[in-house]
């Protein structure tokens, strides 16, 4: 589902200065793994570089059957909305839409999506699923800080993806609410067989997962596969 080859990424400003070398690393269907390591040790930039937000200086990163390296902007764009689904670590919702129309945002802003009511009935479903049934007229404002995170990954699965990246997706969270966020991206990979990758520096949320990737020491590596 996701195979990393002879990967290089460097990068340079006033404030940082790192680089990321993996030789060979892969996921499969319905697999699951946590990237953790010291903060600035690039966790979030190989998940960008994964989801084609950007690219890798040397490499090849091949997703869903495509080489995201080997596509322009706008292909890897639709390329990403087709396959890929992505929890921010803030995870922002648009405050003047409620609920369920955060969760069909990518069918109002992507022109190659057409909301047709399947996919607002699928948006219900999602909600309902996560325990937010009741509350899909109300504006993020009304939302606790696990609700709104719940509804981000609603919005992340709307398009039905294969894969699931989600960075930091319990920070800021206590302790019994990152573990319900956890349980419920476990109960949603089992469902839909999708296979995830998340950032995080949480150890309780690092112990939950059996394939584990330390960003910081990939150097060194000579197969993940």
């Given at each position: 589902m996701i195979s990393i080859t002879n990967f290089f990424f460097q990068y340079q400003n006033s404030r940082d200065d790192f680089s990321l070398s993996l030789p060979r690393w892969q996921i499969n269907e319905g697999e699951s793994v946590v990237f953790y390591g010291s903060s600035g040790c690039g966790k979030s930039t190989l998940l960008k570089c994964i989801s084609g937000q950007i690219l890798p200086q040397k490499g090849n990163v091949v997703v869903c059957g495509k080489d995201v390296t080997q596509l322009d902007d706008e292909q890897r764009r639709f390329h990403r909305l087709s396959n890929i689904g992505i929890v921010f670590q803030d995870y922002p919702l648009i405050p003047y839409l409620n609920a369920i129309q955060n969760v069909l945002l990518p069918f109002r802003i992507?022109?190659?999506?057409?909301?047709?009511?399947?996919?607002?009935?699928?948006?219900?479903?999602?909600?309902?699923?996560?325990?937010?049934?009741?509350?899909?007229?109300r504006l993020p404002q009304a939302l606790s800080q696990g609700e709104r995170q719940r509804v981000a990954i609603c919005?992340?699965?709307?398009?039905?993806?294969k894969i699931l990246l989600a960075d930091e997706p319990t920070a800021g969270l206590d302790p019994k609410r990152s573990q319900a966020i956890i349980d419920v991206i476990f109960s949603l990979q089992q469902q839909y067989n999708l296979s995830v990758v998340v950032v995080t520096h949480d150890e309780n949320v690092k112990s939950r997962f059996?394939?584990?990737?330390?960003i910081a020491n990939l150097e060194g590596m000579e197969d993940t596969a």
């Open positions: 992507h022109s190659n999506l057409r909301l047709q009511e399947q996919n607002i009935e699928y948006a219900k479903h999602l909600l309902e699923s996560l325990g937010l049934s009741n509350k899909e007229t919005r992340a699965l709307i398009v039905k993806p059996e394939q584990k990737l330390d």
